[in-house]
């Protein structure tokens, strides 16, 4: 917009002295990635005084050319020179970007969202997720055609570090749970399991992370552990991210046998791993 007014030569004197680059500088550096900030262009056309602007938004010049209008710009009055609308709100502000801009105004709460579509579980690669840790019941042996209880040991976890460049957090949650039996048979649960003592069941009962060997032999028991990931700036809220990450949890071995009915030298109290105990 070009304003035309009148005015006393030394007021003039002062505004044609502070040129808009300095103008911009002065107020702009700090905020114009993110909040926009006017650039002021002035001349003098006979006895008055004529300005020109436009809003930066987000460290680019409004309107389609690029260049503020007036004097050495593109012709006043054309919609290079008309001031844009401002920047909505970031909701994350990270190494000179803004990510998460939308629909509100400053105040308003943020709304759950998708994850930014620029980041991505590859850029979570030096955020490793802690490995879960499996173990048996019986501890070390199996009765054939009885139940074997399976139970991971893992739960919801953070990780501080670096993400593009700005201090982050990630944090995982185990979901899914794979394990291979060596004997043929594996399966995906969505339950880390529990102790027979936790379940409140007794010895060789059936439990959700249990699973039946069919014959005698030594197996190697492994278990992947899936995690899913959010991520937050500077203690923002979380955002989730698709896909899972897959970790590996420590390799069981134990072997599988008949039950059979023997007399022993000693009691659980002074062996509490022996058959039985």
């Known amino acids: 917009m070009r304003v035309s007014i009148a005015i006393f030569s030394a007021v003039l004197i002062v505004l044609v002295s502070t040129s808009p680059a300095q103008a911009n500088a002065s107020s702009c550096d700090d905020v114009a990635a993110i909040t926009g900030c006017p650039k002021v262009g002035g001349g003098i056309q006979g006895d008055g005084a004529v300005l020109d602007g436009e809003?930066?938004?987000?460290?680019?010049?409004?309107?389609?050319?690029?260049?503020?209008?007036?004097?050495?710009?593109?012709?006043?009055?054309?919609?290079?020179g008309s001031p844009s609308l401002p920047p909505m709100p970031c909701e994350e502000v990270f190494a000179g970007l803004c990510y998460g801009v939308g629909p509100?105004?400053?105040?308003?709460?943020?709304?759950?969202a998708p994850a930014t579509?620029?980041?991505?579980?590859?850029?979570?690669?030096?955020f490793r997720p802690?490995?879960?840790?499996?173990?048996?019941?019986?501890?070390?042996w199996m009765v054939v055609g009885l139940p074997t209880n399976f139970v991971a040991v893992i739960e919801r976890h953070i990780v501080a570090g670096t993400l593009?460049?700005?201090p982050a957090e990630v944090r995982f949650t185990p979901v899914a749970f794979r394990w291979r039996y060596g004997d043929g048979d594996a399966a995906r649960l969505t339950t880390a399991g529990l102790s027979w003592q936790a379940l409140g069941l007794g010895e060789f009962d059936a439990t959700p992370t249990s699973h039946v060997f069919r014959a005698s032999g030594t197996y190697v028991i492994e278990l992947d552990?899936?995690?899913?990931?959010?991520?937050?700036?500077?203690?923002?809220?979380?955002?989730?991210?698709?896909?899972v990450i897959v970790l590996p949890a420590n390799?069981?071995?134990?072997?599988?046998?008949?039950?059979?009915?023997?007399?022993?030298?000693?009691?659980?109290?002074?062996?509490?791993?022996?058959?039985?105990?």
């Open 55 to 80: 809003l930066t938004v987000g460290g680019l010049p409004g309107g389609s050319g690029g260049a503020p209008s007036g004097p050495g710009g593109s012709s006043p009055g054309g919609g290079s």
């Open 104 to 112: 509100g105004k400053p105040g308003d709460p943020v709304d759950p």
């Open 117 to 126: 579509p620029s980041i991505t579980l590859n850029d979570l690669a030096f």
């Open 130 to 140: 802690q490995a879960a840790v499996q173990y048996m019941q019986p501890d070390g």
């Open 164 to 166: 593009l460049g700005a």
């Open 225 to 243: 552990v899936e995690y899913t990931a959010e991520y937050r700036f500077a203690g923002g809220g979380w955002r989730a991210l698709q896909g």
């Open 251 to 277: 390799d069981l071995v134990a072997t599988a046998g008949g039950a059979v009915t023997v007399l022993v030298d000693r009691d659980c109290a002074s062996a509490p791993a022996g058959p039985g105990c």
